[in-house]
């Protein structure tokens, strides 16, 4: 048996078979560190393009790389979810299914990295790996949404916003990875706009989905830190749902702005993605005004994360509404400030929303280990800072090329990348100190799941 403690209202026993979503949060935090590894390796490349160019050129590190991260933040929220789900006492009759899913993406995580080191890629922006291998991830998508519906479906009345969130992001993960597989078609492949458009339109949608899971999960922890039931049965968060289910339908259009397309498509796009940036502000607002009147310190270092995710959720919809304008888009698509806007998210946004689950998961470490906490509260810090220090000197890099490709003098473009040298070698410097703070995170976070798995 398995008993989790210093947990208050998450003290459980569970059985070992129910180990399996602390596994799962194991390998998604792996997943991260190995994506640093290959985001550091990447921007190396940059200073020194000729650096391991025989063995591993930037062609294969930025795959691994994007393919990393990804896997971070699709098996921390599978992960947190199954978790969830087991404090219901619910998936006991899943136990096969769950094992399975999580032994089938552990093995295909390292068929993935090895098809990348034996050259096997598409050339696709997110899913690079050999189109074939997309059959075991849908497998596995199939099968969680099987244990999810299986374990709530008939068992709760007057569904929670997260349990909504949850179901659809599920469900349109699966549309939407068999939609990014339309290339294969002689129709599409032949046919550059409407290639371009359906991948766009797949992966925005795919992010769309991924962000279903991610930010039910922090209405979830908000809710089980305050004790609050009314607000995720509030209006604003179910018109937070709707607004987040057009945005997954709609919200990849401003990507496409280069491309032929409906006018009312992009303006719908732009008006939605916004829209729902501004409610999850106001939705954590709200949560932080209850925190005052109701601090839980048992989830302390789960309630700073969320306080951080407020943070990068405004200073991205800075950017979020800058590069969603037509006329600024014009100049920053295809730069670093696409990047920029990206690491915004998936870093500053999706990462604190996950420590914060995984934090709020394990307890509170300070009730063990005082040291530890301080190590992780200077962890956040320099976490914040190295980010925004990344972010600014990736928009830096985007505003001189996006000078280079529309107002130089025709140069070519090896000399527009010498001319960045310094720029690059800033980024890296910011890299390796984000990487740093995250590790400053993930390494006493990592110690404590595997001391409650082998417990």
């Given amino acids: ?16 078979n129910n180990k399996y979503p602390f596994y799962f949060l194991i390998l998604s935090l792996c997943s991260l560190m190995m994506g640093l590894f290959f985001g550091l390796s990447a921007s190396l490349q940059y200073i020194f393009p000729e650096l391991f160019k025989n063995f591993t050129p930037f062609s294969m590190i930025r ?42 993406y552990l093995i295909l995580g390292i068929i993935i990295i090895f098809s990348y080191f034996m050259g096997y890629m598409t050339g696709r922006e997110y899913l690079a790996f050999s189109p074939v291998l997309i059959i075991p991830i849908l497998l596995g998508w199939v099968i969680f949404g099987i244990i999810f519906f299986k374990t709530l479906l008939g068992k709760i009345k007057n569904w929670p916003v997260y349990y909504w969130m949850w179901g659809t992001g599920i469900v349109f993960m699966i549309y939407h990875l068999c939609e990014a597989q339309l290339w294969l078609l002689d129709d599409f492949r032949d046919h550059f706009t409407k290639n371009m458009t359906v991948q766009w339109k797949s992966y925005g949608s795919f992010t769309g989905s991924w962000n279903m899971l991610v930010y039910g999960i922090s209405i979830y922890v908000m809710s089980k830190i305050t004790d609050n039931k009314v607000m995720v049965h509030s209006k604003k968060v179910f018109f937070f749902f709707y607004l987040g289910l057009i945005n997954l339908m709609f919200g990849w259009a401003h990507h496409t702005y280069f491309l032929p397309s409906p006018t009312w498509v992009r303006y719908l796009a732009y008006i939605v993605s916004m829209l729902e940036w501004i409610v999850l502000i106001s939705i954590i607002y709200d949560w932080k005004q209850t925190l005052k009147i109701k601090e839980n310190h048992n989830y302390h270092i789960s309630v700073k994360f969320l306080k951080t995710t407020d943070l990068w959720i405004f200073l991205n919809l800075l950017l979020a509404l800058l590069i969603s304008i037509p006329a600024v888009n014009y100049f920053t698509h295809g730069t670093h400030i696409t990047v920029a806007h990206s690491m915004g998210t998936t870093i500053g946004i999706n990462t604190t929303i996950l420590f914060s689950s995984f934090f709020y998961i394990v307890g509170d470490i300070k009730l063990q280990n005082q040291k530890i906490t301080n190590k992780i509260k200077k962890g956040l810090l320099f976490f914040n800072i190295s980010l925004m220090s990344f972010i600014l000197t990736l928009l830096i890099a985007g505003v001189k090329k996006s000078y280079w490709t529309h107002y130089s003098d025709s140069s070519i473009f090896s000399r527009m990348q010498d001319s960045q040298y310094f720029v690059y070698v800033f980024l890296f410097l910011s890299g390796i100190c984000l990487a740093t703070s995250i590790y400053m995170i993930v390494i006493p976070l990592l110690k404590k799941i595997i001391r409650i798995v082998n417990d």
């Fill in 1 to 16: 048996m398995l008993k989790l403690k210093g947990q208050v209202g998450l003290t459980s026993t569970i059985t070992m």
């Fill in 63 to 104: 795959p691994l790389h994007v393919t990393s991260v990804l896997s971070w933040i699709l098996l921390g929220a599978i992960g947190s979810i199954y978790f969830f789900l087991n404090k219901k006492n619910s998936t006991t009759n899943s136990n096969r299914l769950l094992k399975f899913h999580f032994f089938l």
